[in-house]
């Protein structure tokens, strides 16, 4: 039976006992059909308990024909469907089609009976979603069947939440699954004049009425179902009928209910997102109405979700317009504007959110029209066109105090309005519309920038990095300066030092520019780095240090497949490069990702791949040269390959461990455009540096020279790095060269290491015809040097080598499972799941057949010789050949290797093999090593879990005695781990079928203890979700199954001891202050100007509150001082040794502390015992002496409050400015006065008069 099928029935049956009815019926029915099973002899399947549901159905519907169907929570009818809605999934669709009558006649009857008890129906409904998804194109038409799906849609609009739900879902999916070769159902049709019907009667104000449990439901609530039913059918209907649907919907508003009227623009959004993906959806005659109807009914500016959705559907319908009609939208782009432009100055936060999108989504409608005309007016005052004054009016509202809550969301606008005006009209040498439009706009918003009072400089950071990628910085600097230079500063230029960041981004700017502004910029910067330290200005050296490399940061924005490539990559430049990889390591990053993008980007728009195309950067794909321009940039790298390629070779040897990986990223891009040629000669120069390097480091060893090591592993890693571009005689030749000794047992770990690495690379590449038997005897004679670290490798290098063991010569397989299985026992993670996958891939080629020649076996008996077929229950039998090791290490590994091979082929192993392997394990479970019993734990723990439960079920008799005698041991974690397979046991299994094989009372007590704290954490999980109305948290997952089954989905019960913490709501306090409006700005030394630069004036409410906050933690002059009294003559502060709160602290009584004492240790106390049982102190003679000699202490303390106490072991404190008096003289004391006090700082010293804790001998708390 299939396995999917059982994980369902096996959380049905434990609920045998429960005492709630619906649960029971159902277990005990269930219980009830597999007795019959085994009565019958009869092999437990999905399609046998699917015949003998409709059996019991039958029956059950038979004897209470006359009465009508019972539906009680413990009747037969509904636990029958329950049934059946949990294993119709798992039937064959063959079954259902060959009874859909028999189905139709017994459960279409019921929809009326049952349309009063929302359980049965919710399961009626799940087994038609079930029938209905599986039925072929004819079978669609039987009698009935239309009518049972008709009444399911009816259901949608029910008033019961899960009713609902379930009846939405069913029609979704079947509609979604219309039958081959189908593209749309054809019950979809039926359905839309369904829809329209019912938006018809409530655009008409009728209410739907429903009879179900709430007999009148409202009709506004009734047109809400249907939206939220009609949202994900949407993209099944015809598309023929979305334009009446369309109709409907936008009456919707009109009824003046917020909520329909929001649910109707947002699923008006959705369609016309639908109609721009979907090219068979035509709605286009639609869109002019459309757009009027949105336009004329504008909400009311205080409903702020209605106005948002407004907003949004507005731009949705302006963008599906442009696409199916665009000079026809751009007549409108206008009035749209003007009508969205009319929500950036509300005061709700979300409506002005909402109108910067669909302003930014109006913006992608402009048309080269449009455009075109607002070039031809740019040097006007008075703007005419459309574009003209949206600009127009977006640069003043930057000014403008109306606006100026909203300055972040028109920053956002400014920054569409900058990327959809990258036209350029016929040619790409042209000017963009953003350069000739926009430069008033930019100008201002880098103005606001550069004020200190200004707050939203993330915001405008954002729209100039817009500009940076639309024009460049060739332009953009050209506008805005960046004034760093010292004869800037002096003229008194403010500079702009913040655009600096900006200029790695990708944009199209030639190359030539970055060569002649920025590459003298940085020289002559460099000059005055070296003359500031040479000055010993620190400050400023590390000032101009930062600049020069955020300019070089920059470098990488030019590389993106520059029109200038040829002319600009000259070997001046090219020195200078190389200049800067060998003796800038700060510049070196910026130069290794500018090389690496400039041959990246032109490969890619030469290749004309669609899908190399759309990696690069959306800046690159909007405005690209040409792919002939393309192919020549390549051409042209081509020539400079070798001469960078000995470059980078020379960097990635001088570069530490942690940068080789950015050096060779960079390799790699170059040698993939380098001619055969080119890569041959490297690759024979890398040969010879090897070999030469290889015998230096062998001769070196006795010295323990670690150069020549790390020249040999350097050398490995460009060998790794240009070997997917070798011949296949150079492939040939590398591999014989490192099936070596001198590679594979190096004593130099990285060098095996890198070794095995590259074998494996070569095997997996192709490119060498390997033969398997003979590289696996070279490998097994060299296992004797093999180093630790160097395992995983060797054992990625066998799994690429099992794959080319040919069908006949399966016999090779068994020599290399001894060392994958002892493997899987690593230490190193890496090398463990390397082990396990290679012993996975052995697996999966036994199982591809073949033939296992046992005489070619190294050490098989001739009663075993002969052939046997490759299969991998003949592989199952050769890895458990090492449950007869002589080590409990090998049996252990032995037995956790098996585990993973029956998790990984569950489905293939055979149910008497399964049987067989658990049987011989179930053995080790009673041995004495604690290694091989943990990994014995860890397959029981997986065989629970997926080994079928029939086969499990006779074995428990002996499995649970087995386990329990572990559940008292505490080593290694035993007793958590058998309890946590119990837990699955019981889950699995039932809770009886477990507890009759418990033979022992001590054994039954054990798993009593287990059920009492299982059922004690489901009463506290089901508390805590009534209580915080929260769903638990599910354990996050490995990402490996085999893991998540062996070691996760630990106990239910450890977080049931725990107590949950309280939980803080700290949503509202992070939203407090979010929606703040804003506030002017209050500054003493400059009058207010609120028509000009408001952006600068405003502030909101929060960062008020910090600057509050600020100003009254700053201290103020003389704040400290004032806390101190002053002597009348002099003036001088004096500073009171006695302490207020100190010396209240010293005269508390420590009345807890001995009330606990007297209640531990008096006559009238009590202790309790281990059982929680109370226990009186006695009243003896030794105890009422104690007591009397307490109270003499207290009576005599009390009287002697003035003496020292001898026995009390607290040192006194030391006195203020301790540290600081001279041990032999007498101090600086002034005859009349109190001089000294001066030590100490006097916020110290004023912290000390309102403190009272103790100061430490260095005068520090």
């Known amino acids: 039976m299939a396995d999917n099928v059982e994980s369902v029935l096996s959380k049905i049956r434990p609920h045998t006992s429960s005492s709630l009815a619906h649960q029971k019926a159902p277990a005990t029915l269930l219980r009830a059909i597999e007795a019959t099973f085994r009565e019958q002899n009869t092999e437990p399947s999905p399609t046998a308990y699917f015949a003998a549901l409709i059996t019991t159905l039958d029956g059950a519907l038979q004897s209470s024909r006359a009465s009508g169907p019972a539906l009680g929570e413990g009747d037969v009818l509904p636990a029958v469907l329950y049934l059946l809605a949990a294993v119709a999934p798992y039937v064959p669709p063959p079954v259902i089609r060959s009874h859909l009558s028999t189905i139709l006649s017994l459960t279409s009857p019921l929809f009326p009976t049952l349309s009063a008890h929302a359980p049965p129906l919710r399961s009626q409904l799940t087994l038609y979603g079930t029938v209905l998804t599986v039925l072929e194109r004819p079978q669609l038409d039987t009698q009935g069947l239309r009518q049972a799906f008709m009444t399911i849609v009816q259901l949608t609009l029910d008033p019961r939440p899960k009713v609902r739900r379930k009846a939405a879902e069913v029609v979704k999916d079947v509609l979604s699954a219309p039958p081959r070769p189908l593209i749309k159902h054809p019950y979809a049709e039926k359905v839309a004049e369904w829809v329209k019907a019912a938006l018809a009667e409530v655009s008409a104000g009728g209410l739907p009425k429903f009879k179900g449990k709430k007999a009148e439901s409202e009709g506004s609530e009734a047109a809400i179902h249907l939206l939220a039913f009609l949202r994900p059918v949407l993209p099944t209907l015809p598309a023929e009928s979305l334009s009446s649907i369309i109709a409907s919907l936008l009456l919707l508003p009109r009824l003046g209910n917020p909520y329909l009227s929001q649910s109707a623009y947002s699923l008006l959004s959705d369609l016309l997102a639908l109609s721009m993906d979907d090219p068979t959806v035509n709605i286009q005659s639609h869109m002019s109405d459309m757009l009027k109807v949105v336009l004329s009914s ?29 000079d026809e939208c751009a007549a409108e782009v206008g009035k749209v504007w003007k009508a969205i432009w009319n929500l950036v100055d509300s005061q709700d936060a979300a409506t002005r959110k909402a109108a910067a999108e669909a302003l930014s989504t109006l913006g992608q409608c402009f048309t080269p029209a449009l455009i075109t005309a607002a070039i031809k007016e740019k040097d006007s005052a008075d703007k005419k066109s459309v574009l003209g004054k949206i600009i127009s009016q977006t640069t003043d509202a930057l000014d403008s105090l109306t606006y100026a809550r909203a300055i972040p969301d028109i920053l956002s606008v400014a920054s569409s309005l900058v990327g959809n005006l990258r036209y350029r009209g016929d040619s790409r040498k042209n000017p963009t519309a953003a350069e000739q439009l926009l430069q008033p706009l930019v100008t201002k918003i880098a103005g606001l920038r550069i004020q200190k009072t200004f707050e939203h400089k993330e915001a405008a950071d954002d729209t100039l990095g817009s500009a940076m990628r639309v024009l460049g910085p060739q332009t953009l600097l050209r506008w805005l300066p960046l004034n760093l230079e010292t004869v800037d500063r002096q003229a008194g230029r403010e500079p702009r030092a913040y655009l600096l960041p900006l200029l790695g981004q990708p944009h199209p700017s030639p190359l030539g520019h970055f060569l002649s502004y920025f590459v003298p910029l940085t020289e002559r910067m460099f000059e005055l780095q070296a003359t500031a330290e040479a000055e010993d200005r620190q400050s400023e050296a590390k000032v101009w240090s930062v600049l020069i490399e955020q300019i070089w940061v920059g470098l990488p924005g030019y590389c993106w497949a520059p029109a200038d490539l040829k002319q600009s990559l000259n070997t001046q430049f090219s020195q200078l490069l190389s200049q800067l990889l060998y003796n800038q390591p700060e510049l070196r990053p910026a130069v290794l990702r500018a090389l690496k993008v400039m041959v990246d980007s032109n490969v890619a728009l030469a290749s004309e791949d669609p899908e190399k195309i759309a990696k690069l950067p959306e800046t690159i794909r909007a405005d690209p040269i040409s792919a002939e321009e393309a192919q020549a940039n390549v051409a042209f790298l081509r020539t400079q390959a070798e001469s960078w390629l000995a470059v980078l070779f020379n960097v990635f040897g001088s570069v530490g461990r942690d940068n080789q990986g950015m050096v060779g990223d960079v390799i790699s891009a170059w040698i993939a455009i380098a001619d055969a040629k080119e890569v041959a000669q490297a690759y024979r120069k890398l040969v010879t540096l090897f070999k030469q390097s290889l015998t230096k480091a062998q001769s070196a060893t006795a010295t323990k020279d670690p150069a020549s090591n790390s020249m040999t592993v350097v050398t490995q890693d460009l060998l790794l790095l240009i070997l997917p571009y070798l011949s296949s005689d150079d492939a040939t030749a590398l591999l014989n060269m490192y099936l070596v000794s001198d590679v594979l047992e190096s004593k130099d770990n990285g060098v095996q290491k890198r070794g095995y690495k590259t074998l494996a690379r070569l095997v997996e590449s192709g490119k060498v015809e390997v033969n398997a038997a003979t590289v696996l005897k070279k490998l097994e004679g060299l296992v004797d040097g093999l180093a630790a670290a160097a395992k995983k490798d060797r054992f990625h ?41 290679l012993i996975v891939a052995m697996g999966k080629k036994m199982t591809e057949g073949g033939v296992v020649k046992r005489d070619n076996i190294e050490g098989m008996d001739e009663d075993g010789a002969g052939e046997a077929t490759g299969n991998i229950e003949e592989y199952l039998t050769m890895v458990a050949g090492g449950l007869a090791g002589a080590s409990p290490h090998m049996i252990s590994a032995t037995v956790t290797a098996i585990s993973r091979l029956v998790f990984e082929f569950r489905d293939t192993i055979s149910s008497n093999m399964l049987s067989e392997i658990f049987t011989t394990l179930l053995v080790f479970l009673t041995s004495a090593n604690r290694e091989i019993v943990k990994s014995v734990l860890g397959f029981v723990k997986l065989a629970i879990h997926t ?24 080593k290694n974690h035993f007793k958590a781990k058998v309890r946590h397979i119990f837990e699955r046991m019981i889950r699995r299994f039932g809770w009886e079928d477990v507890y009759g094989c418990a033979q022992e009372e001590e054994a039954r007590k054990v798993l009593l203890n287990i059920k009492k704290r299982k059922d004690r954490a489901k009463r506290k999980r089901a508390n805590a979700v009534e209580e915080d109305d929260e769903v638990p948290k599910a354990k996050a997952v490995t990402g490996d199954a085999f893991e998540d089954v062996l070691y996760g989905s630990e106990s239910e019960l450890d977080d049931s001891d725990d107590e949950d913490g309280p939980s803080q709501n700290t949503a509202a306090s992070k939203r407090k202050g979010k929606d703040a409006g804003a506030r002017l700005r209050v500054d003493d030394d400059e009058p207010m100007d609120l028509l000009s630069g408001a952006a600068s004036r405003v502030t909101s409410k929060c960062i008020m509150v910090v600057l509050a906050a600020n100003a009254a933690r700053r201290k103020k002059p003389g704040q400290d001082a004032a806390r101190f009294k002053t002597e009348d003559d002099t003036g001088k502060m004096v500073i009171d040794e006695s302490d207020s709160d100190a010396e209240g602290a010293a005269g508390e009584e420590n009345v807890e502390g001995d009330a606990y004492r007297e209640s531990l240790t008096s006559v009238d106390g009590f202790t309790r015992g281990p059982n929680g049982r109370v226990k009186f102190n006695k009243d003896t003679k030794k105890r009422r002496r104690e007591n009397e000699e307490a109270d003499m202490d207290v009576d005599m303390a009390d009287a002697d409050a003035q003496k020292a106490n001898k026995k009390s072991k607290r040192k006194a404190e030391p006195k203020f400015g301790q540290e600081f008096k001279a041990k032999k003289a007498g101090g600086d004391v002034k005859k009349g006065g109190m001089d000294p006090y001066a030590y100490m700082s006097l916020s110290q010293a004023a912290k000390k008069q309102n403190r009272g804790s103790r100061i430490g001998i260095a005068g520090k708390r």
């Open 298 to 326: 504008p909400p009311l500016r205080s409903d702020a979700a209605l106005t948002a959705a407004w907003a949004g559907v507005l731009g949705s319908t302006m963008l599906a317009y442009h696409q199916h009609n665009a």
């Open 797 to 837: 290098l066998f799994a690429a080598l099992v794959p080319v063991i040919s069908k006949d010569s399966l016999h090779l397989i068994p020599s290399i499972i001894p060392e994958a299985v002892l493997g899987t026992k690593e230490p190193s993670e890496k090398a463990r799941n390397a082990a396990f996958d």
């Open 947 to 970: 080994m079928p439960a029939d086969l499990m079920r006779p074995h428990l008799k002996v499995l649970v005695p087995a386990l329990l005698r572990w559940s008292h041991d505490h």
